[in-house]
T-cell receptor, first 110, second 113 residues
Framework: RKEVEQDPGPFNVPEGATVAFNCTYS??????FFWYRQDCRKEPKLLMS???SGNEDGRFTAQLNRASQYISLLIRDSKLSDSATYLC???????????FGPGTRLSVLP | NAGVTQTPKFQVLKTGQSMTLQCAQD?????MYWYRQDPGMGLRLIYY???????DKGEVPNGYNVSRLNKREFSLRLESAAPSQTSVYFC????????????FGDGTRLSIL
């Protein structure tokens, strides 16, 4: 089993839709969690950290479920500019191991 | 502010050829990393350097060598390229030690024929 798994998609949604991605991780000792965004043929960029209590940044909401070992990203009111691949990232061993998921591709359609 | 700069952006090699990918950062970061990204695999760590003068293997180090020339520069060398090394390579840097990357370069698209 891969350490971090994501549905590869693509998720094709119309503008204005709400879309959610899940990510599962296998190491129960994982400490920190992040969502990165990667545009086509570009480098990954940090989108947001994921906190235990859940956190929101504008239209984006991240949640963590340690018991079930998954994190989620919810995007409300999707924009065309949200089209990208979203990478789930898990940090283990107090920063000694930083594992990227394979990513979920989102296409927001006009 | 350049951030993390990688060269070259594209390269095609023949099997058995060697080459060095260059990476430099201007943010005075201690840590630098080399990743490769393949379809469906996510980014995988090849080597990292927690500070000037130190390097450590990541998840997929075989077939690669690295040099942390100074605090700014971290190069990745393929001594004898193989088709399995066809990939997109990203260099990254971070303030902290350990393996947390904060800023990525634009990537190098490498094809081995």
């Amino acid at each position: 089993r891969k350490e971090v798994e994501q549905d590869p998609g693509p998720f094709n949604v119309p503008e204005g839709a709400t879309v959610a991605f899940n990510c599962t991780y296998s190491n129960s000792a994982s400490q920190s969690f992040f969502w990165y965004r990667q545009d086509c043929r570009k480098e990954p960029k940090l989108l947001m950290s994921v906190y235990s209590s859940g956190n929101e940044d504008g239209r984006f909401t991240a949640q963590l479920n340690r018991a079930s070992q998954y994190i989620s990203l919810l995007i409300r009111d999707s924009k065309l500019s949200d089209s990208a691949t979203y990478l789930c990232v898990v940090m283990q061993n107090y920063g000694q191991n930083f594992v990227f998921g394979p990513g979920t591709r989102l296409s927001v359609l006009p | 502010n350049a951030g993390v700069t990688q060269t070259p952006k594209f390269q095609v090699l023949k099997t058995g050829q060697s080459m060095t990918l260059q990476c430099a950062q201007d943010m005075n970061h201690n840590s630098m990393y080399w990743y490769r990204q393949d379809p469906g695999m996510g980014l995988r760590l090849i080597y990292y350097s927690a500070s000037e003068g130190t390097t450590d293997k990541g998840e997929v180090p075989n077939g690669y060598n690295v040099s942390r020339l100074n605090k700014r520069e971290f190069s990745l060398r393929l001594e004898s390229a193989a088709p399995s090394q066809t990939s997109v390579y990203f260099c990254a840097s971070g303030k902290e030690g350990g393996q947390r990357p904060q800023h990525f370069g634009d990537g190098t698209r490498l094809s081995i024929l």
